[in-house]
């Protein structure tokens, strides 16, 4: 292979300790297929960084180049704790140095470009990876909390200065529809994937393509959009050049100090990663039959008897051919109702004395070695409170019946009673797919997620096998009962009182005394 020159460039003005993350992330990245150089523009008011910056220059001598910009007024750009603040002549400096770092990266032939800005770290497999996506402008994605009380956005968009939506030319829209599809938009970007968007910034890779057609941060003078981002990707449009963000490595965004707490987090996530560069020796290693596949229900219950496990194990008795399920500590008789439901049916039943859910990850993995004990063609992930729907007993043959695919996600539906699913700002499930049935790889190396809540249900690389989407859909009956909502709002609280594992917003919610219910539709 090819081994290809880069350039990463970033104007720097940082605080010392998001620095040193930063250039950490920068020492760690691979260099298999690439040669890395750096250009910094030095734009630090602190010591401490700009001692920083030479010591990394010094430790990289040879393919580092920190240039010292004209005297600035360094007024217009400053960070608190909840937000950063810029005007115009700050963004437009920035512009400046970065227009810079374009002209040195062209004029030296470089193959690559890679803009960052200094807040951000990125998975060590990131550039080698962008440039394997072969496209001229492709960022890798970030969430931000822009401000603090608020859900993480990406640093991409479909259109105009941050519009998260699409719509065509003259399409009116109502306030529902476009939620609806802002949620369509940030639901797509969490799925591993390549996509194509509208605008993008501040971890972008450039191809010397890109650089000889003349991409630049300069001000277009009839553009009022705010940020030298925007302007970076009209050019680059009217130049005849597509942006791109590839979401398999997101990178992470140190936007306040505070974000420094979760950096070990994000390195923990990134060992749990496998690369996309190493698809072929995953696919090679595949197993996959495109007939007589087998379907095992795997499921973890406690409880359940008086509430939907009767009617979701007899829904699924019709195309199952064996069940594993974790009874994680029930009082009642779910046991013998599975035992009853189940009879003919090849079901190992594992029975925890005590409660492990306090611990989820360590249940699920119970739950995920228990299965792959039995050898299973493919694994059907539900809880015993969520019903495919009905039109599952004909079609799902048809999915496990191929060699292609590995993986389906399915759409969920909160049931807020037996007819109605919940639609609002903190209930759109159903907007987005999650994974539900796997075919076991015995060769693929599943990684687990580290969290001990909301761990997902399955190892945390799947997406890296061969999937797709499923039009079947899932009734989650786990939120009809004004009771049991109540008991899971408390329990929510007591588990993750600092709502470090979920969305605090959406916890509260879950009292609402008038939520948006929709009809289900068969």
Known sequence: MKQHSVLIGSPIHQ???????????????????????????????????????????????????????????????????????????????????????????????????????SDLLIHPNTIEYLIRIDKNIISTIFWTKWQINADPLPQVWVQDEYTLYHATHGERLSDEEKKRRTMEFINQLKVPGTYEVGGLGACTLLSAHALNTGVNF?????????????????????????????????????????????????????????????????????????????????????????????????????????????DDGSEDNSIEVCKQILAGIPTHIVQNKRSAFANEVELRKQQWEETIKTK??????????????????????????????????????????????????????????????LRYQPNFDYQWKKKRFHCGRFPANIYHLPNAISRLRIKHFGWTNAKERQQKYNRYLELDPDSEFGWNEQYQSILDAHPRLIKWQD
């Not at 005297?71 to 937000?83: A, I, K």
């Not at 994000?266 to 290693?285: F, G, H, T």
């Open 15 to 117: 605080e010392y300790p998001i620095l040193k993350e930063f250039l950490t992330s920068l020492s760690e990245l691979k260099q298999t297929n690439i040669t890395i150089h750096y250009m910094f523009v030095d734009d630090n008011t602190d010591k401490a960084s700009k001692q920083l910056l030479r010591n990394f220059a010094q430790d990289n001598e040879g393919s580092t180049e920190i240039i010292a910009p004209s005297p600035y007024d360094h007024q217009g750009y400053s960070r608190n704790g909840n937000t950063h603040i810029w005007n115009h002549q700050a963004i437009w400096k920035v512009a400046e140095f970065k227009n810079q770092i374009i002209k040195h990266a062209r004029d030296k032939g470089y193959d690559y470009l890679f803009l960052i800005d």
């Open 218 to 326: 300069s001000p277009i003078p009839n553009l009022s959009f705010w940020g030298e981002d925007r302007h970076f990707c009209i050019r680059a449009q009217a130049l005849g050049l597509s942006l791109y963000v590839d979401t398999h490595y997101p990178a992470y965004h140190i936007y306040r100090s505070s974000d420094l707490e979760a950096v070990e987090d994000y390195k923990d996530d990134n060992q749990e990663r496998i690369s996309p560069l190493e698809v072929s020796d995953i696919l090679a290693k595949r197993i996959s039959k495109d007939n007589n596949n087998k379907i095992t229900l795997s499921m973890i219950m406690k409880n359940e008897a008086s509430r939907y496990l009767k009617k979701v194990l007899l829904q699924h008795r019709d195309f199952i051919d064996s069940a594993v399920i974790i």
């Open 376 to 437: 299973p063609d493919w694994i059907l992930n539900l809880d015993a409170d969520e019903l495919l729907e009905n039109k599952a007993t004909n079609e799902i043959r048809e999915l496990i019946n191929q060699s292609d695919i590995d993986l389906y996600s399915f759409r969920l539906y909160d049931m807020w009673d037996e007819e109605h699913y919940r639609d609002d700002n903190y209930w759109q499930s159903h907007l987005c797919y999650r994974p539900f049935l």
